[in-house]
């Protein structure tokens, strides 16, 4: 490439190329590209009439990171229709077959661009093309603070003007004022705001909010959603990165955000924020990348693709960041930030529904995720992270006591083994296969997989928050609260609910219910986090605050009436009623979760052991916990742990369940 300084400008047809500006300008407008094939064009141009071979191509532009020549064609084929260039016509690039590419239009250098400050255009005009024989001062024009902080917010970076030749000479001096300020903007853009952060330590924590659909089309939110969620997907697998899990970001979304209490409240030195806009099959994607310290914009970038190349946009966008950060790469890490898991677009949408479905936290958006993960499948049977997909889907209706335990569990051990053979590398599908390990009591194999996991995706909340359940399962109490602790970092919104339960599970209640009032004070309307601070209070010996809560939380779900099998609301509250002396309520309860099993298969064992406990009925609560250990109940690998348990511990049948278990009393 040539030097940014004393750098041709060059002209070719209708096109004007100004390297030094990433400015490519069609009859004096300006052809939005993105920035490898804004890249792959200066090198095609500077070579012009000679062979680039591919291999050259791809390090001429990607610089030694690793990438596929998929990537490659596709810049080709942008660079094609941003030309103009129609099907077997092409006047600009040539392809070689099993050669490369050649540059064949006449090209003309129409002057030079000087160091910072000065323009060296040898009469030949201006960078669009329309000439204003104006020379920009040597020295930096200052700007105004209000100035700078305003464009630092502009979520777009500031588009280049095209300028037309006066027609009356006493506007030429205000033109020429107008010019020098343009030139200062634009000199302190590219200087400033695009330049990789190299004179610190690099950036180590980052939160990519979810993308902004400005389309005013609501069928394009699942799409503005999914890049942000891919974004993060690519970037946490970069060990020297704290990627926060897009679960966090969802708070913010449809909300004005400024980016340092962002910062704050996520712990993290930058700031990705990002627009979407759809038109037909048009997209615009903006992003701004902000260290949220002083609030100064590290990068920003604009993308004008097709629907069909969003896998592309969503991997330069991940790249980009990286190198922004400062961030220095192995040739692995640079392999995995490249990685596609499917070339096919449809496949993608699909699978970026499911994953909007999904986050929905629901009954009917696990079954809607799980048929749009289907359909992605139909379309690409070796996308192995609609697998992982899949099997999330299936252990968490398993987990919510959506389905039988048995169903779910056979269904999620397909799709785990399916996703582990189609990449072995993929930390999501070893995750599963470890949960669904230690809920079948196999602790040697769980551990082998969430440590794989661990080792290949160490950014990943479900994966820290997977081995923290196990380690809690095994009584190993105080390891388990190190990796809640990790998950709680990565995954700040979701996971209080697992540090929480860390401490409750290490019997340090006071640590839980302060946890679990904290996260109610932000979300008053947190059902789950409700049910569960009863419980903390009810292993304190503070029942009737437990009882207190727990109605809240059953009173604040407004799936109850579709879900009333769930282990988590009903039965949790009859077991505080009967702690509590309100022995009459929970058998209330009892009886409609019994008349609820005569209907459904779908009732857990573990709803009646719970309640049969609270009540110090030991028989039934015995004869209930061994159905769940025989049917490999979700949550009954808690046994040697949970609080609620504490009054079965003396009994010799409890020593028993836990040798079933495979587990030491």
Known sequence: MQSSQNSPVYEFGPFRLVPTERLLLRDGRPVPLTPKAFETLVALVERRGHLIGKDELLNLVWEGDFVEEGNLARCVHTLRKALGEGRGEHPYIETIPKGGYRFVAEVREAGRTGPPGVRQDNG??????????????????????QEDDARAR???????ASWRRPAAATVLISLSALVLATAAVAFLYFTRDRRVVTDESPIDSVAVLPFVNTSGDPEAEYLAEGISDSVINNLSRLPKLRVISF???LRYKGKQTDPQTVGRELNVRAVLMGRLMQRGDGLTISAELVDVRDNRRLWGEQYSSKLSDTLAVQGEIAREISERLGLRLTGEEKKQLAKHYTENPEAYQLYILGRHYFHKQTKEG??????YYEQAIKEDPNYALAYTGLARAYHWMGTRGFWPAKESKQKVEWAALKAIQLDEKLA?????????????FDWTGAERDLKRALELDSNSPEANSAYFQFLAGLGRTDEALRYAIRAQELDPTVTPGNLALAYLLARQFDEAIEVYRKE????????????LLGEAYVAKGMAEEGVAEMQKGVALDPSLAKT??????????AYAYAVAGRRAEALKILDAQRRLAKQRDDVSPYNFAIIYTGLGAKDQAFEWLEKCIEQRTPLVYRLKVRPMFDPLRS???????LRRMNLEP
Not at 366 to 371: A, D, G, H, L, Q
Not at 564 to 573: I, T
Not at 651 to 657: T, V
Request: net charge negative; aromatic share 6%.
């Open 366 to 371: 696990f079954e809607k995720s799980i048929e």
């Open 247 to 249: 679960n966090s970001v």
């Open 564 to 573: 009333p099998e769930r282990w988590d609301r009903y039965p949790m509250l």
């Open 520 to 531: 109610i004070e932000k979300n008053p309307e947190n059902a789950h986090m409700r049910i």
């Open 651 to 657: 009994d010799p049948r409890y020593p028993e369940l």
């Open 154 to 160: 502009d979520l777009t970076p500031p588009p280049t």
């Open 124 to 145: 030949a005009g201006d960078l669009t093309g329309k000439g204003s024989g104006v020379t920009e001062p040597e020295t930096e024009p200052s700007m105004s603070q």
């Open 428 to 440: 999501e599908g070893h995750v599963r296969l470890g949960v669904l390990k230690f809920n079948n």
